[in-house]
């Protein structure tokens, strides 16, 4: 799929990632993860991603890439550390959810406030921008 795609939920076409090589990035929505300003997951974000697990069971053999964004409302080191506990946050859960299995790779990384997908211009913009993306590729 084109990863210029996004996705606020994943799709039944999960399962085709692994038979077709491709990959597909998935993108959840902070406010209903976390708190402002946490990156302890909410009860309704612990369900959102052992959802995400759930229909990611289908997949073979694939990589993680769990990346964790802010808006631009606070300092940029604040926004770093924010950014990555977001990821790994989502990563534990995941990791929870697939149990010992070896057939993910989970791998996170925090941006910050770096590559928004709204301008940081109002609130509904940077609500847009507080998200955790999962990158699903197959290898």
Request: hydrophobic share 35%; no cysteine.
């Amino acid at each position: 799929t084109d990863l210029k795609t996004y996705s606020t939920v994943p799709g039944a076409d999960v399962d085709a990632i692994a038979a077709i090589g491709g990959a597909m990035r998935l993108s959840l929505n902070a406010e209903v993860l976390f708190d402002s300003g946490k990156s302890e997951l909410k009860s309704e974000g612990i369900a959102a991603v052992k959802k995400l697990g759930a229909q990611l069971a289908n997949v073979g053999k694939a990589t993680l890439n769990i990346s964790g964004y802010t808006d631009d409302i606070g300092s940029d080191d604040l926004n770093q550390k924010l950014s990555i506990a977001r990821a790994e946050s989502v990563a534990k859960v995941l990791q929870q959810e697939f149990g010992s299995t070896n057939r993910f790779i989970l791998k996170t990384k925090g941006y910050g406030e770096q590559n928004p997908t709204a301008p940081n211009n109002n609130e509904e913009n940077r609500k847009k921008n507080r998200r955790v993306e999962v990158l699903v590729s197959s290898f």
